[in-house]
């Protein structure tokens, strides 16, 4: 396989996997474990949810800008 092909691929690749981890972890302490529902009244773990849910936001969309920000120089 060519390796700009292999690059290109490589790159979607993590993309997905970067993105259902980090989706799977936000989903599984957000609502599985219940931290992202306020229920009368604002809780110190929800707090602490949305902060985290805010930095590792920025984290990720800092992880694909990492990723993508370099062209593959394909052959014409």
Same mark, same amino acid.
């Given at each position: 396989? =060519?390796?700009?092909?292999?690059?290109? *691929?490589?790159?979607? +690749?993590? $993309?997905?996997?970067? $993105?259902?981890?980090?989706?799977? &972890?936000?989903? $599984? *302490?957000?609502?599985? *474990?219940?931290?992202?529902?306020? @229920? @009368? =009244?604002?809780?110190?773990?929800?707090?602490?949810?949305?902060?985290? &849910? &805010? &930095? +590792? +936001?920025?984290?990720?969309?800092?992880? *694909?800008? %990492?990723?993508? %920000? =370099?062209?593959? %120089?394909?052959?014409?």
């Amino acid at each position: 396989m =060519d390796p700009e092909v292999m690059a290109f *691929l490589n790159r979607i +690749s993590r $993309t997905i996997g970067f $993105t259902l981890l980090w989706m799977g &972890l936000n989903s $599984t *302490l957000g609502i599985m *474990l219940g931290y992202a529902f306020v @229920a @009368a =009244d604002w809780q110190w773990y929800n707090y602490l949810y949305y902060f985290f &849910l &805010l &930095l +590792s +936001s920025a984290g990720y969309f800092f992880l *694909l800008y %990492k990723i993508w %920000k =370099d062209p593959i %120089k394909f052959p014409h």
